[in-house]
């Protein structure tokens, strides 16, 4: 897996331990909430950032000999 790759995961996975923890009540106050939303919106647009650059600066070409895509700088 490709460092960006792992990091669009790893952001996508905590934004969803968040929302879940939102979604089971382990919030116990307003502060906590709006904390944990203000949070979720950080790494939301944490992601979005990330996938412009990666957009803005590489392109995924598919290598036909190994099967797999494959980076390449723009």
Known sequence: MEFWEQMGKELTDKIEDIKKSL???????????????????????SKECLKEIINNRFKLEE??????????RV
């Open 23 to 45: 979604a089971y009540g382990n919030v116990s106050s307003y502060d906590e909430y709006r904390q944990a939303v203000g949070t979720v919106q950080g790494l939301e647009w």
């Open 63 to 72: 290598d036909e000999e190994c099967k797999r895509y494959v980076w390449i």
